[in-house]
């Protein structure tokens, strides 16, 4: 075998053994997704098995409608849809509104101003919530969906993700829309916004998904079953269903309950990891 040939297996070689440990590494954080799927559609006996099996050997969807009957969780699921986009595209609004602002304003105190927003996402969440629990029910809004809204108006994160993009948009194309008479928002909507869409859409997906998977600033500020999200309304159906031959109904809401945040990210997936990678390269 001729030198050049001895090569080129050695690389087909080494590349197969790439692909292959490539292929464990993606089935790692997989499986625990691949065990909620086939457990959610076990019969109790089957799921209460041991040794466990690896596939149901008859699917079976009695879970699935148990979990959707015992608990309101259509209405839960509205819910959430109506928390988590509320939350989605205020923030994003917001965020893009300061970030222009911090990026291309001068003004005085603008970096400490700037600075003091982005020390708050070094805070706890659960330092914060008595004083949010408190500044809420004094306005009367707890118990609403606008009280559980108010703490996610706006992000620190988004506020510091925006401005680290708006910053690399040239100050000529923004002084040129001034020079056409255009004003500071017909310049951030016509001219900034197009330019930050693996920005928004990265901040959007992070945001939907926190707001999604939220569970103790709902639990403290609701009170009416009517408005729970979706995990709240999954904690129901756990203190529901305690024994254990009914946890493949918990286990059929998970898979209902995590549907939402999958097809958001695989909707959005490819523009997602050009705005990973962006903001990674920015620092």
Known sequence: MSAASSTAV????????QYVLL??????????????????????????????????SMPALEPTITALTAVPFVQSMLNSIIIAGGATISVLVTSILAGYVFAKHQFRGRDALFWGIIATMFLPPIVTIVPLYYLVSS?????????????WLANAFGIFLMRQFIQDIPDELIEAARMDGAGEFRIVWQFVVPLLKPAIVTLAVFMFVYAWNNFLWPLSILK?????????????LMSYTMSFEYQNVVLAGAVIASLPTLLVFLVTQRVFVAGIAASGVKG
């Open 139 to 151: 306005m009367g809004l707890s118990d609403t969906y606008l009280g559980v809204l108010l703490p």
């Open 224 to 236: 009416s079953e009517a408005l729970y999200p979706v995990v709240l309304t999954l904690n129901r």
């Open 23 to 56: 292929a464990v590494v993606a089935l790692i954080p997989l499986f625990p997704l691949y065990w909620l799927l086939i457990s959610a559609m076990k019969t109790p006996a089957e799921f209460s098995q041991i040794p466990p099996t690896w596939f149901p």
């Open 10 to 17: 050695r690389r087909r070689l080494g590349r197969s053994v």
